[in-house]
Each structure stands twice: as C-alpha cells, then as structure tokens.
C-alpha cells in the first residue's frame, strides 16, 4: 500500500466519523461480516483484493497485513439506517513504519 493510499484510507475512516452527527446509537452491526473488494488509488483502473472483517469487536483489513496492520479495535455508530465506523488507534508501533 503507497502512502498516498494509506492517507486516503485515513481520510475516509476519519470522513466516516466525522458525517456522523448526534443522536446516534452504539452499534455492533458489522461484528461478524465481511465485506470484499478493490482497493487502490483514486483515478486508477486498477487495485488490489481486499476484505474489511470485523469479528469479535476486531476491524481487520487484509491487505494492509503486509504493511504491520493487525486487526484492532472498532467503534460503530449507526443512525438512519447507515453504519460508519471507526478503527481505534493503538499505540503498538508498526513493523513497516507506515502509520495513519
């Protein structure tokens, strides 16, 4: 994963967080799905297989495994029916030096 992707996956996680506007409800909607796609950069044809699993109270993303990313924790809210999420930082220092 490029930086430029890793930034723009921060930028939608924290878009994510930020749409969200009171009163929302704690959410444990996603635990135990898994959502499959591409992910690559924005105005490419082209990317790579990727699944967001959340099982367990854990978010993981399988293709930033190879960058150090381990599945952590997540927070989710959900209001008028759409769910957004947020991972939970962790202060664990990443093997591959690429952080969000």
Same mark, same amino acid.
């Given at each position: ?43 490419? #044809? @082209?990317?790579?297989?990727?699944? *967001? ?8 993303? !399988? +293709? ?13 809210? #959900? @209001?008028?029916?759409?769910?957004? *999420? ?8 990443? !093997? +591959?030096?690429?952080?969000?």
């Amino acid at each position: 994963m490029t930086t430029l992707v890793a930034r723009a996956l921060a930028i939608v996680f924290a878009a994510g967080a930020l749409t969200i506007s009171m009163p929302a409800r704690a959410s444990n909607d996603l635990d135990g799905k898994t959502f499959t796609g591409t992910i690559g950069e924005k105005g490419k #044809t @082209e990317g790579q297989p990727d699944e *967001f699993i959340f099982a367990g109270g854990q978010f993981h993303s !399988t +293709s930033c495994d190879k960058y150090g990313f381990k599945a952590a924790e997540y927070n989710a809210v #959900t @209001e008028n029916g759409v769910t957004a *999420f947020v991972r939970v930082h962790d202060a664990t220092p990443l !093997t +591959s030096g690429v952080g969000l």
